[in-house]
């Protein structure tokens, strides 16, 4: 079974920074995409940002120039630099991975993390 476990949220005034962490554990042949997704209460869950395993990134317009996705492929992490909050910013973050799960097959799995708080205040 694969497990994505988040870490690195919090509180934090307008116009500061957090970084997110988000680790993949389990077994499997390799992470393609990895990403972060936000979802406030009641709303649907949207797009932050994505990463290919090449580290070919894309985001949402809301985030682009405040937030960088990065990864470290060998310990199967992806981070989110989250700068210059805005109290929009502040929803329940996921982090996503897209799953090869052995060698030899084209079948992929998506697993998401528990997911964790920000809170910008103003």
């Known amino acids: 079974q694969v497990q994505l476990v988040e870490s690195g949220g919090g509180l934090v005034q307008a116009g500061g920074s957090l970084r997110l962490s988000c680790a993949a554990s389990g077994t499997f042949f390799s992470i393609n995409t990895m990403g972060w997704y936000r979802q406030a209460p009641g709303n649907q869950r949207e797009l932050v940002a994505t990463i290919t395993s090449g580290r070919n990134s894309d985001y949402a317009d809301s985030v682009k120039g405040r937030f960088t996705i990065s990864r470290e492929n060998n310990k199967n992490t992806v981070y989110l630099q989250m700068n210059s909050l805005k109290p929009e910013d502040t929803d329940v973050y996921y982090c996503?991975?897209?799953?090869?799960?052995?060698?030899?097959?084209?079948?992929?799995?998506?697993?998401w993390g528990q997911g964790t708080h920000v809170t910008v205040s103003s």
């Open positions: 996503t991975a897209v799953i090869t799960p052995r060698y030899g097959t084209a079948y992929t799995s998506q697993y």
